[in-house]
């Protein structure tokens, strides 16, 4: 069955990096790319961007444009989200999601949430 | 970017009601909208794609429709599970964008 497995909760202080994994299984990992999504606490969802697992390449909400990279490992079938210059108001959980052939794709599989916390 | 809005923002039903949530892009983006359901603590669940496409397994009291700017979601009877918040998105260009929510209680 398909699954997408994120790694645990971060604690960052500001200023910082902070790189959340998501680990695919149960599907052609090249066939889909990987959306990723956000969700302040108590907030709704906010999409962070989307990574091609063919060709590496990315689509970035312009919020974070020059903060963030979405790469992907097909030899271990992970997408890996990177967010750099952490601010408090990126304390989220953090989402992936399987998704189509382009950045304008529904998520139809999800990760179960990445706790990102930003604290001095 | 296109903005989503839904309404209400909160909704009190009951098991057994029929409850319907409305969605509204800023713009025309033909059937390019989905709607999902969270439940507290757990990640988005697909429910409908492409405006009125039910997601394999998804139980059939749950039914989109709509095109261009006003979409709704239908839940025919509400079943004690049902009781979460649904969020639409659009994906009709490049930089989706989902609505602000609304929650079931």
């Known amino acids: 069955q398909v699954q997408l497995v994120q790694s645990g909760p971060e604690v960052k202080k500001p200023g910082a990096s902070v790189k959340v994994s998501c680990e695919a299984s149960?599907?052609?990992?090249?066939?889909?790319?990987i959306g990723w999504v956000r969700q302040a606490p108590g907030q709704g969802l906010e999409w962070v961007g989307w990574s091609s697992t063919y060709n590496g390449n990315g689509d970035y909400a312009q919020k974070f444009q020059g903060r963030v990279t979405m790469t992907t490992d097909t030899s271990t079938n992970t997408a890996y989200l990177e967010l750099r210059s952490l601010r408090s108001d990126d304390t989220a959980v953090y989402f992936c999601?399987?998704?189509?052939?382009?950045?304008?794709?529904?998520?139809?599989?999800w990760g179960q949430g990445t706790l990102v916390t930003v604290s001095s | 970017d296109i903005q989503m809005t839904q309404s209400p923002y909160s909704l009190s039903a009951s098991v057994g009601d029929r409850v319907t949530i409305i969605c509204r892009a800023s713009?025309?983006?033909?059937?390019?909208l989905n709607w999902y359901q969270q439940r507290p603590g757990k990640a988005p669940k697909l429910l409908v794609y492409?405006?009125?496409s039910l997601q394999s397994g998804v139980p059939s009291r749950f039914s989109g429709s709509g095109s261009g700017t006003d979409f709704t979601l239908t839940i025919s009877s509400l079943q004690p599970e049902d009781f979460a918040s649904y969020y639409c998105q659009q994906t009709y260009n490049a930089r989706t964008t989902f609505g602000q929510g609304t929650r079931l209680e």
């Open positions: 149960g599907y052609i990992f090249t066939s889909y790319g």
């Open positions: 713009q025309s983006i033909s059937t390019y």
């Open positions: 492409s405006a009125s």
């Open positions: 999601a399987r998704s189509g052939h382009s950045s304008s794709s529904y998520g139809d599989y």
